[in-house]
């Protein structure tokens, strides 16, 4: 059997009369393209979403939108490539109507439109919400460590440039002794002539005044490090040792592993996102309660308050941090605490009572202590302290116990968070490739990270509807918000249309993508997250 043979270069071939019979009927550009039209571009703050009356046409900030979108989608996010794609790239020619921007272009729309960015994955989750693909009961918390665009090399703390400091000044005498050579004629030459080792003492002084003056600021900024490149990274732990990061925080809904709500920090822990996550995901939600569970880096008793305070049920575990279990001590989970007396009974049944509050680090502590330490027969093992063992208590560590109880009871809830959460960032990073940012400050990576949440989120919609039911579903919403800002015969006859296919959804209880016109998506709840 000879081999499957393609048709020669030279033949004359019967393309199809138009450039829209290439795309199928279940590519996603159809609806990238339909998604990005039925938007409010300028309501979204967009710059040039309307035309100058003067001066040369600028391209529509849809198209390059879209533009993006795609690059996202498909991991071209480089504004060359993307350039080189619109030349050649089928998709990307009916999608931008043979529109070919430079790169230049493409680059300063992502640059100018950072709050607009954002606000379109706003647009694209409410979306989500309006096709009820969010439970809306709980979520998940997680952060990842994503590379930002500065080297290792270029971030500085107080103990590397001290370090370097000295290794200039170490080097510098080396350089002084050697020239002392030279002036005594010592029968062993240095390696280098006195010109050249003048030259290499003055390279020297400059970088050590440099050094000098990067001191100088970070002890004025009262940041703990700084970095050259992109002044908003910091250097972070990761699996692999320290790389120069930015943390991201995603939150995702039980039902369909979604994202519901994203941010990008400059915090190497995550011990303060708990409540602001969770938060704002509840608001994107719109829900009176709601679970939340994370992992124990987001073990903070504040934040836990705060969740408490919003109608959120968090579910964190407690982090093993005890220094008295480090040395083989009893630890304070060995001692029970009796709410009605305020008081600690020890493992040997003496009782430590409430003796002081204070305030550290702007928490409200509580010490408890007891004299019976002196003639424990049990001393040793419970504590260092000649005075006796003391323990601390937050004044709202209540919040704490009883979270720890929740968890106690329902520990599936731990175990449901690794499934919904934790491949959202192998999916990022591995198959999508946005492991690391292309732009630089906290402002624009924010803007880029909503993108690779859009594109996530995209990704996972239209494996679950499909490209064909998901454009019906954003068709039905447009033409209800048309008719209502504009209603006239056409859009009311669309109208009766819709409301008989929904009809005939509501009967089938089985549908594969529900719908409800309990609520009407509109432009500026990307903004606002308002209902109409």
């Given at each position: ?150 080297n290792r090399k ?129 608001e994107v939600l ?62 040997n049944g003496a ?182």
């Amino acid at each position: 059997m000879p081999h499957i043979q393609g048709v020669q270069r030279d033949a004359v071939l019967l393309f199809p009369a138009s450039l829209d019979e290439y795309i199928t009927d279940d590519n996603p550009v159809r609806f990238i393209d339909a998604f990005v039209d039925q938007l409010d571009l300028q309501e979204l703050g967009f710059r040039r979403a309307v035309a100058a009356p003067t001066g040369r046409p600028a391209y529509h900030p849809g198209d390059l939108l879209k533009l993006y979108i795609y690059g996202y989608l498909n991991r071209l996010r480089s504004s060359r490539l993307l350039e080189r794609e619109s030349h050649r790239n089928v998709e990307l020619i009916w999608l931008l109507k043979k529109l070919t921007p430079d790169f230049k272009t493409i680059a300063d729309f992502r640059k100018d439109n950072l709050q607009p960015l954002q606000k379109v994955c706003r647009a694209f989750t409410l979306l989500c919400k309006e096709l009820e693909l969010f439970g809306g009961e709980l979520v998940a918390i997680d952060g990842s460590k994503f590379k930002a665009w500065n080297n290792r090399k270029r971030n500085w703390n107080d103990e590397k440039l001290k370090r370097a400091l000295q290794e200039i000044d170490h080097k510098i005498t080396s350089y002084l002794q050697e020239l002392d050579a030279h002036d005594r004629q010592d029968p062993n030459p240095p390696r280098l002539t006195a010109l050249e080792l003048q030259a290499r003492i003055e390279q020297l002084r400059v970088r050590q005044e440099q050094y000098q003056t990067l001191r100088e600021e970070l002890a004025a900024s009262g940041e703990s490090q700084i970095s050259l490149t992109d002044p908003d990274s910091r250097s972070m732990s990761i699996g692999q040792g320290v790389e120069v990061c930015y943390n991201v925080q995603v939150v995702t809904d039980a039902k369909h592993k979604l994202i519901v709500a994203n941010d990008v920090t400059n915090d190497p822990t995550d011990s303060d996102q708990l409540a602001p996550m969770a938060i704002g995901a509840k608001e994107v939600l719109g829900v009176e309660t709601l679970e939340a569970t994370a992992d124990m880096g987001y073990a903070h008793g504040e934040q836990v308050k705060q969740c408490e305070s919003a109608k959120i049920v968090a579910y964190v575990p407690k982090p093993h941090t005890s220094r008295s279990q480090r040395k083989g001590l009893f630890t304070k989970d060995d001692f029970r605490y009796d709410a009605i007396d305020d008081a600690y009974t020890c493992p040997n049944g003496a009782v430590l009572t409430f003796r002081f509050q204070t305030t550290e680090k702007g928490r409200e502590t509580r010490y408890y202590a007891t004299n019976a330490c002196g003639v424990c027969p049990i001393k040793a093992r419970c504590t260092e302290n000649k005075r006796g063992r003391r323990l601390t208590r937050w004044v709202d560590e209540h919040i704490l116990e009883e979270m720890e109880q929740r968890v106690q009871t329902r520990p599936e809830i731990l175990r449901q968070r690794k499934e919904l959460v934790e491949h959202v960032f192998g999916t990022m990073k591995r198959h999508m490739q946005h492991g690391y940012f292309l732009l630089k400050t906290l402002a624009k990576v924010r803007a880029e990270f909503s993108l690779t949440v859009l594109t996530y989120n995209l990704k996972r919609v239209i494996a679950i509807m499909g490209v064909p039911k998901l454009l019906a579903a954003l068709l039905d919403q447009a033409i209800l918000e048309k008719w209502l800002s504009q209603p006239d015969m056409q859009v009311l006859v669309k109208l009766i249309e819709w409301i008989d296919r929904w009809l005939c959804r509501m009967m089938k209880r089985d549908a594969k993508f529900p719908t409800r016109t309990s609520r009407v998506f509109t432009h500026s709840d990307a903004g606002l997250g308002r209902t109409a």
